[in-house]
């Protein structure tokens, strides 16, 4: 463990004693894992599992156990609640945006709801990348105009492509024709 006194330099003269002395703990959370954090009963370790979730689902989960844990504190609920919202708004697999809430429970009701929208949106995302490996393993590169029409197509049109990739002759078979 690192003294505080090592991170803040020393000052000169009157100054010194308004310099910090707390003792402080640094824990890396990136030394953990999954397996060994959710055998932890405590708030930090519910902290670094929010910020690696294992999946959309394990979210749910965590947001149960918060909640139970901080049941006779409504003034933390609010808080976690709170943090819990901004960090997964800030997460880019998870394009989603999520009304104000207040509460622990607020919050995991409206992921509860979100869950099908994600499973479907990465079900979708990881159909269109297989179908572009299919693609470029078969054809070499794809126009930019196939790229946008995969990005923006259904889950049921690129599982019609997936089917088609392996017994097409070109991509025009598959797309029609495209602009050079």
């Known amino acids: 463990m690192t003294d505080v006194c090592e991170l803040i330099p020393p000052v000169p003269g009157l ?17 953990y894992g999954e397996r060994e954090l959710a055998s932890l009963r405590n708030l930090v370790a519910a902290v670094f599992r929010i910020e690696h979730p294992a999946s959309p689902q394990a979210i749910g989960g965590l947001l149960s156990l ?13 808080m976690f609640a709170l943090w819990i919202r901004a960090t997964l708004m800030r997460r880019a697999e998870y394009r989603i945006a999520l009304p104000q809430v207040d509460d622990l429970q607020e919050l995991n009701v409206m992921l509860a709801e ?11 995302e990881g159909e269109a990348l297989a179908l572009q490996k299919l693609l470029r393993r078969r054809f070499g590169s794809i126009p930019a105009e196939v790229l946008q029409e ?5 889950v ?11 017994d097409a ?4 078979e598959i797309f029609g024709p495209t602009t050079p």
């Open 114 to 124: 979100r869950l099908e929208e994600w499973a479907h949106a990465y079900k979708a």
């Open 66 to 78: 918060l909640a139970d844990w901080l049941a006779d504190r409504p003034d933390l609920r609010r």
């Open 169 to 172: 002759g070109s991509l025009e």
């Open 156 to 166: 049921e049109q690129i599982d019609i492509w997936l089917d088609q990739v392996l």
């Open 150 to 154: 995969i990005s923006g197509a259904s």
């Open 15 to 31: 100054v010194e004693q308004f310099r910090p002395r707390m003792k402080h703990l640094l824990i890396d959370e990136n030394a």
